[in-house]
């Protein structure tokens, strides 16, 4: 007898929805088939999709920005990822210089993971190392991670890695097999004048500053090879920029991520008054690069959401210098980004990111032996009208989804069941190899 079977519901598979029943045994996915198996818990999924858990791999749970902290731990954090489907996250460590800073901050994060509902991973984070650069790509191999962030920018506070560093981890990632993930933006183009009010954040990071760096970037993995990954993608003229050079690097060797807000708001939300909680880095664009962006969703790669939540309170400044960048959206993700685009964010939110990060032994697609993660959604347009982060407010109130997150299991256990969270306790997720 297995221990769930999940019945009568569309179920995706590979691009496709079969009406047949999914079991689970143990933490496994068992059997996907027609045929009935008895098992100790029955699931009528009866007018339900039945998808794969979501994988975020770009939030910022317990972010510590030194005067202020994001207000999203990784308790409540994973809780309200539970909520939008996501059944595993990707954390970012501190930027550390050197192996032994970063052992310590890999230690720092796990216990601050500890009280995550879901499963998680972590990003190795990198500033502008003094060290062997091999010798720490090692030690972050050991420690289980096979992605590495670093900055093309906030040199003020001695995160920026230099170009000379960037193109030895490039070739790093091409022996290592690793990915190397970036936030490209062209330093010397951003402005940080202590006069920049919130709604001249356009201004202090353009969209020239992503673009420039980005075309230089794919450069160097033409000439030097290696595996790059940019982040939070918010321009469309930056995606048809790298089309129009390197169009064959695209989603090979230089991979494209992009954020909900990017798709759903432009910067005209910045002119409000209250346009400091619409506050991100690198910003929302115009209507015009807004659109752009929609038209080139087959280029990107993969939807993570930069979660970053703080309170009103923390946000509500007139000068920028004063406002912490970043906001929340991992509750309402895959719901508004699926009313806009349909099934083609599934593989976007799930398998390709799973793929990436070389979990796809384990995560990303509902297919026997993996992990039963699962999602029961129902669709059903309506309109966000609440939100469970530790911020007072959302973004995405009043925007339009496709449906609701009915259920989530982690590891064959619910999280939510019916919108009800159970308690359950994630574990750290490690790639394929290690
Ligand atoms: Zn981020």
Avoid at 278 to 303: C, G
Avoid at 339 to 362: P, T
Avoid at 391 to 420: A, H, K, P, W
């Amino acid at each position: 007898m297995v221990d769930k079977a999940i019945v009568n519901g569309q179920v995706y598979q590979d691009g496709h929805w079969v009406k047949t029943n999914v079991y689970i045994s143990g933490e496994k996915i068992y059997a996907i088939t027609k045929d009935h198996y008895l098992a100790k818990e029955v699931i009528d999924a009866t007018g339900l999709l039945v998808l794969p858990g979501l994988i975020d791999p770009h939030v910022h749970f317990d972010l510590d920005l030194g005067y202020i902290r994001s207000v999203d731990d990784f308790e409540r954090g994973s809780m309200i990822a539970a909520l939008g489907g996501v059944t595993t996250i990707i954390d970012f460590l501190e930027p550390v210089d050197n192996e032994k800073d970063l052992e310590k901050a890999y230690r720092k994060r796990l216990f601050e993971a500890e009280d995550s509902y879901i499963d998680f991973k972590f990003h190795a984070c990198i500033k502008n190392p003094v060290c062997d650069l091999e010798v720490f790509v090692r030690k972050m191999s050991e420690l289980g991670m096979n992605t590495l962030k670093c900055f093309t920018t906030y040199s003020d506070s001695g995160r920026m890695t230099s170009d000379e560093t960037i193109i030895e981890l490039l070739k790093l990632s091409e022996k290592y097999k690793f990915l190397l993930l970036v936030h490209a933006e062209d330093d010397s183009l951003i402005r940080l004048d202590p006069e920049l009010m919130f709604r001249d954040l356009p201004v202090s990071r353009p969209k020239a500053a992503e673009i420039n760096k980005a075309v230089q970037l794919i450069g160097y993995v033409a000439k030097y090879g290696g595996y790059l990954y940019m982040v939070h993608v918010s321009s469309g003229e930056t995606i048809e920029r790298l089309k129009e050079i390197h169009v064959e690097l695209l989603n090979r060797k230089f991979f494209i991520e992009s954020c909900p807000q990017y798709f759903l708001f432009d910067s005209s939300r910045l002119l409000q008054d209250d346009g400091y909680l619409y506050t991100t880095a690198p910003p929302l664009r115009t209507k015009t690069e807004q659109m752009y962006l929609r038209s080139n969703i087959d280029w990107v790669h993969v939807i993570g959401t930069d979660h970053c939540a703080f309170t009103s309170d923390q946000k509500a400044h007139e000068y920028l210098y004063e406002i912490p960048l970043g906001v929340g959206s991992i509750e309402h993700s895959f719901g508004v980004m699926h009313q806009m685009f349909g099934d083609k964010v599934i593989d976007k939110m799930s398998k390709n990111i799973a793929l990436l990060h070389r979990i796809e032994s384990q995560k990303g697609r509902l297919k026997v032996g993996l992990d039963a993660d699962i999602i029961l959604y129902k669709l059903e347009q309506s309109v966000i009208d609440s939100d469970h982060s530790n911020s007072d407010y959302s973004i995405y109130s009043g925007t339009q989804r496709s449906g609701i997150v009915m259920s989530t299991l982690i590891r064959g256990e619910f999280v939510v069941r019916d919108r009800n969270i159970e308690r359950t306790f994630g574990r750290l997720v490690k790639g394929d190899g290690f």
